[in-house]
């Protein structure tokens, strides 16, 4: 009888190791294997991260938008409840916008939206303004607007006026991001 060499045991056990690895990874031998592209998916695609990224940033500017409102009010109360009049050398301008960019909230300048404003050419006061689908800081961003995009006022409501870009576009922007001409 011949005698086998631990050479071709060491082989086989190695081919042994990599089949039933391969078979397990793959989910052959009930290994867990994702969709590429999917969470699960161990090397996951740029897609998928792409899409969580935006998703994220998409709520992270919605939870800004709504505490600049927030702090807008905030300011108008304060404002009122002092009796403070506002600042004449403000103007309605904006703060510098911050590093990252996005909107800007100025000092308060006055109580809301005024229908005296209905039908007058205006643009915004801020680096970046977003112009919203209602009037809302929930509400999905149409466009960005820069101070240089002039517009008509077509609606006051309450801390909101309706615009029509000179393209056609009709969306909603906070008052206080307005700048009558």
Same mark, same amino acid.
């Given at each position: ?19 039933? /690895? ?14 590429? /592209? ?17 998703s994220k940033v998409r709520e992270l500017e919605l939870r800004i938008d709504g ?11 304060i404002s009122l409840l002092t009796g403070e009049a506002p600042d004449p050398g ?21 109580? /809301? ?54 393209? /056609? ?13």
């Open positions: 009888m011949k005698r086998i060499d631990w050479k071709v045991f060491l082989l086989l056990g190695i081919i042994v190791s990599v089949t039933v /690895g391969f078979l397990y990874g793959t989910g052959f031998l009930g290994g867990s294997s994702g969709e590429p /592209g999917s969470r699960e998916d161990p090397l996951a695609s740029t897609s998928y991260a792409d899409g969580a990224i935006n505490l600049e409102a927030r702090i807008t009010g905030l300011e108008n109360e403000t103007g309605g301008g904006a703060a510098a916008p911050p590093a990252g960019g996005g909107t800007t909230t100025p000092p308060a300048t006055g109580s /809301g939206a005024s229908q005296a404003n209905i039908g007058k050419s205006a643009s915004v006061t801020a680096e970046v303004v977003n112009l919203r689908e209602s009037a809302s800081t929930s509400s999905a961003i149409k466009k960005k607007l820069a101070p240089t995009d002039t517009f008509t006022i077509t609606k006051a409501d309450k801390d909101w006026y309706q615009v029509q870009l000179s393209d /056609g576009t009709v969306g909603w922007v906070f008052w206080n991001l307005v700048k009558v001409r």
